[in-house]
């Protein structure tokens, strides 16, 4: 069955140090999104693609990097990982086209000490 | 950029009750409203959405009503139950020849449904 899987599940890190949180679908959607969520924030978005190679900032972009360098992956890197940016971290799909349901992974949760 | 507001942020009912949780939007242009359902410790997953071309939707015991004049939509669960005790989020995006595929999320209401 296709699916959205995040690796991995939960990370510690520290301050400083670079993370990449993995996200692979297997629906061939063309859209691919990263969100954080906090509480009190519901899911706030950090990244978003398009397609191979499109890449677009969201309202939280700022300490994040993404790449799409084929369909079914979209990383997600922490530069200098903060502590500000400890959460739970969800990568979404959806297909191509006009607005269509979004289809979540199982999330990570991170934490920066 | 889109703002979505979303109340009250925590909702407490009797089983058997009726729930309403309710969402403004600031984009006149806005056209998708979706709800999203999140069961503790699991992903969000979509449980109704509403284009604007309507102004109700029903699918069981959840509804959800626009009203574009006023920038409003919101989520009926009648008959509650306990599994539906969960967060739920409202989200509104807008599609322009294509584009702009990206949803704006609410805050977040934690329904928990009381035996």
């Known amino acids: 069955d296709a699916e959205i899987t995040q690796s991995p599940r939960h990370k510690i890190t520290e301050t400083g140090r670079q993370v990449t949180l993995a996200c692979h679908q297997t629906?061939?959607?063309?859209?691919m999104f990263w969100y954080r969520q906090d509480l009190g924030h519901g899911l706030r978005l950090i990244h978003y693609?398009?397609?191979?190679?499109?890449?677009n900032k969201g309202e939280v972009s700022d300490g994040y990097s993404v790449s799409r360098s084929n369909t079914e992956d979209l990383p997600l890197t922490l530069e200098s990982a903060a502590s500000s940016q400890t959460s739970v971290y969800f990568c979404?799909?959806?297909?191509?086209?006009?607005?269509?349901?979004?289809?979540f992974g199982p999330g990570t949760r991170l934490t920066v000490t | 950029g889109e703002n979505v507001e979303q109340h009250p942020s925590t909702l407490s009912v009797q089983e058997g009750d009726s729930a309403v949780i309710k969402c403004t939007y600031s984009?006149?242009?806005?056209?998708?409203f979706p709800w999203y359902k999140q069961e503790l410790g699991k992903r969000p997953q979509l449980i109704i959405d509403?284009?604007?071309?309507?102004g109700e939707k029903k699918d069981q015991r959840i509804a959800v009503t626009l009203n574009k004049t006023a920038k409003h939509f919101s989520l009926h669960i009648t008959e509650t139950q306990p599994e539906d005790s969960a967060v739920y989020f409202c989200?509104?995006?807008?599609?322009?020849?294509?584009?702009?595929?990206?949803?704006?999320f609410g805050s977040g209401t934690q329904l928990t449904v009381l035996p």
């Open positions: 979404a799909s959806s297909e191509g086209g006009t607005v269509r349901e979004q289809y």
């Open positions: 629906w061939n959607h063309n859209n």
């Open positions: 693609s398009y397609g191979v190679h499109d890449t």
């Open positions: 984009d006149s242009a806005s056209n998708y």
């Open positions: 509403i284009r604007s071309n309507v």
């Open positions: 989200a509104a995006s807008r599609t322009t020849s294509g584009s702009a595929r990206q949803l704006t």
